[in-house]
């Protein structure tokens, strides 16, 4: 009784058959069909309507099992929560709080000693609350960015609000030239990943994919040179991108790296606000197949998406399926 105020009965549901039943946005890990879903009701009205199983759900031992469309025909709403240890050797619990308020985020909490970088995992210690991006050996993987990296990011934004109307005017001529069905690829590069794409455009026109509607945003006037000599259209916005390293990121999500995903953001977003539909990439993808043909098929089963997203193919806290 001292849980019925949100939970008022349980079922397992296939995971498979969930997956199937209702499209999550995530990509379906394996084992699915030998494995179950828990699916908890906050109210006797939510329970499935057949009988033996209701009763089992709500007053039953063992938590019986039903289907995809039984299991979720009496919800209004249905909230959804994956959860996976990404640490074996963690123990790992998972606290559902009934009383207080409809959160839509998952609280984390880990028994940690030191802060930051610094910060490991103590079994001793007493729970606290931590980030996402604090791994399951107790550190952060991403310090706070310094004050020096705000201001240029902030300048950078500044440059780009001022003189966005200008920019929109010359490249809209480009995007008019080269667009296909009110479609452009689009990407950008430094220096430092100027190898990445020359591969990309090699490998494109090795399998014979027509890329004339993609458009390059260099960052520098090294791979403005480079691109322009390969027969890609560019769009260098010199004052805008002056503030862009022209060596590669040293690793993952240091402040080279920040500033090049700025870059990303601005030649989306441009596009975007002129009225293209856009496939965006990294210089480090290519193509086995023509990706645009899936996009413009208007029988695809995705058709009336409006954005798709690739994930990570490794998961990491900072890297939740897309």
Known sequence: RSVSHFVNGMVRVNRKDLFDAHDFGVPMNGNAEKEEVLVLYDTKRA?????????????????????????????????????????????????????????YHVQRWMRLVGEGTKGKLDKSAPLRLT?????????????????????????????????????????????????????????????????????????????????????????????????????????????????????????????????IMMAKVICVHLVSELGYDILFQDVDVVWYKDPLKLFHDSKSAIANFDIYFQGETFLLYCHPPS
């Open 47 to 103: 329970l499935p309507s057949d009988e033996q199983i209701r009763h089992a759900a709500e007053y039953g031992g063992d938590i019986p099992k039903a289907d995809a469309e039984s299991s979720t025909a009496n919800c209004d709403t249905m909230n959804v929560l994956f959860v996976k240890n990404p640490d074996s050797h963690a123990r790992q619990c998972v606290a559902i709080v009934g009383g207080q308020y409809q959160g």
């Open 131 to 259: 980030g996402r991006l604090t791994k399951s050996e107790g550190y952060d993987e991403f310090t706070q960015a310094k004050p020096t990296n705000v201001r240029i990011h902030q300048d950078i934004m500044l440059k780009y609000l001022t003189n966005i109307d200008d920019i929109k005017r010359e490249l809209v001529s480009i995007l008019r030239r080269i667009a296909i069905d009110n479609t452009v690829v689009v990407t950008t590069v430094n220096k430092g990943q100027s190898e990445l794409f020359a591969n990309v455009v090699c490998s494109s026109r090795s399998r014979g994919f027509d890329i004339g509607n993609l458009i390059v945003f260099p960052t520098d006037s090294f791979s403005k040179e480079l691109a322009e000599g390969m027969g890609v259209a560019t769009y260098y916005a010199e004052k805008l991108m002056d503030s862009i390293p022209s060596q590669e990121a040293a690793r993952y999500g240091d402040s080279t790296f920040g500033l």
